[in-house]
DNA sequence: GTTCTCACA
DNA sequence: TGTGAGAA
C-alpha cells in the first residue's frame, strides 16, 4: 500500500525536467542502452520511479568522469550478474582515482586563484615588497605553477 | 547530444 | 498548436 503513493509516472518531457536532461538527450541515452522506459499502447515513453532512482545514480557516475562507452560497459557488467562484480569494481576505482586527480588539479587552480588575489589585495595595501613578483609570492608561500 | 521532420490529439 | 517519435 505503501508503494501505491509511489506509482506515479512521467512523460518523456516531465522526465526530463525533473532530471535535468532533454527529451532528445533521453532517448539519446535510450538508443545507448542506459535506460529502459516502458511504453504506452500508442508508442509513447513512460518512466517510473525506479527510472528516477536508475537515471540520478548514472548521472553520478557521470558526473565523476564516466563516459557513455564506460556507462555502457558497467550496464553490460551488471546484467551479466554478480560473476563480473570484479571487473565492475576495477572499473569504478579507476574512475575514482581519475575523478580524485581532477579534482586536485581544480582545487590547485582555486589556490593559485585566491593566491593573486591575496597578492592583489597585499600590493594595495602596501603590506608587500615592491619588487616581490607574483612567482617569488608563491615561491615563498610554498605553492608551484 | 542536437536538430529536423512527421504523426497524432 | 503542442507533444512525442524516429532519423540524420
Not at 500508442?42 to 525506479?50: I, K, L
Not at 557488467?77 to 576505482?93: N, V
Not at 589585495?121 to 605553492?143: C, P, Q, V
Request: aromatic fraction near 12%; proline fraction near 2%; charge should be positive.
Amino acid at each position: 500500500m505503501a508503494t501505491s503513493l509511489n506509482q506515479k509516472t512521467y512523460t518523456i518531457s516531465e522526465f526530463g525536467t525533473k532530471m535535468g536532461l532533454s527529451a532528445p538527450t533521453l532517448r539519446y541515452y535510450e538508443n545507448e542502452g542506459l535506460i529502459k522506459p516502458q511504453r504506452h499502447s500508442n508508442g509513447h515513453r513512460y518512466y517510473t520511479q525506479d527510472d528516477v532512482r536508475w537515471l540520478k545514480f548514472l548521472k553520478h557516475l557521470k558526473g565523476t568522469g564516466m563516459s557513455i562507452s564506460d556507462l555502457k560497459q558497467y550496464i553490460s557488467w551488471r546484467e551479466q550478474g554478480d560473476c563480473t562484480i570484479p571487473q565492475r569494481l576495477a572499473l569504478l576505482k579507476s574512475t575514482k582515482n581519475n575523478f580524485l586527480q581532477q579534482f586536485a588539479d581544480i582545487q590547485h587552480h582555486l589556490q593559485i586563484l585566491n593566491d593573486k588575489i591575496n597578492w592583489y589585495e597585499a600590493k594595495e595595501a602596501g603590506l608587500t615588497s615592491e619588487k616581490e613578483s607574483f612567482a617569488d609570492y608563491l615561491h615563498r608561500l610554498g605553492h608551484h605553477e
